[in-house]
T-cell receptor
């Protein structure tokens, strides 16, 4: 079955601390993976996708096919990073399968 | 605002009533998706269109739900005989040709009393 798992509902860190939001997936084919972010009172927006291998706002994510993971990392969290983060997998018909999300709270 | 728009933003209705939501895509985006999001969960796929053709429907989409995209532009999602379990945020997303990033609208929050 195709599934995305985000084990943490809430991750609370202090400003300047490293952040890692976990994402594991289950998919039989070659996955295309994304991280979406939703800031307070804003719409869901793409943060990054594994194909582009970009670093956006200091965040990176590496696809590990052996561990079926796509964890999101940032070395030094900022208060403005506080938001809901969703990991998503695109299946063969181009629809997204989302995890349940992790709320990141960065404290001053 | 040139992004995906959805109307209404909020809808409160009584159980048993019919409701209709509208999604206006970004110009020339040929794929359009509907998702539903309940509290504490990520968005769940409902259905999608490529131009005016509805290509896939989720098992979540009971026969009380119907979606259309006449002329391949805006789309409507109708729920007939609403139930309390239909209360959720309904999200629309669109995608340009040859590109897989989905651009989301602000959503329509439905509350069924």
């Amino acid at each position: 079955a195709q599934r995305v798992t985000q084990p943490e509902k809430l991750l609370s860190v202090f400003k300047g601390a490293p952040v890692e939001l976990k994402c594991n997936y289950s998919y039989s084919g070659s996955p295309e993976l994304f991280w979406y972010v939703q800031y307070s009172r804003q719409r869901l927006q793409l943060l990054l996708r594994h194909i582009s291998r970009e670093s956006i706002k200091g965040f990176t994510a590496d696809l590990n096919k052996g561990e079926t993971s796509f964890h999101l990392k940032k070395p030094f969290a900022q208060e403005e990073d506080s938001a809901m983060y969703y990991c998503a997998l695109m299946d063969s018909s181009y629809k997204l399968i989302f995890g349940s999300g992790t709320r990141l709270l960065v404290r001053p | 605002d040139t992004g995906v728009s959805q109307n209404p933003r909020h809808k409160i209705t009584k159980r048993g009533q019919n409701v209709t939501f509208r999604c206006d895509p970004i110009s020339e985006h040929n794929r359009l998706y509907w998702y539903r999001q309940t509290l504490g969960q990520g968005p769940e796929f409902l259905t999608y269109f490529q131009n005016e053709a509805q290509l896939e429907k989720s098992r979540l989409l009971s026969d009380r739900f119907s979606a259309e995209r006449p002329k391949g532009s805006f789309s409507t999602l109708e729920i007939q005989r609403t139930e309390q379990g239909d209360s959720a945020m309904y999200l629309c997303a669109t995608t340009p040709k040859y590109y897989n990033e989905q651009f989301f609208g602000p959503g329509t929050r439905l509350t069924v009393l």
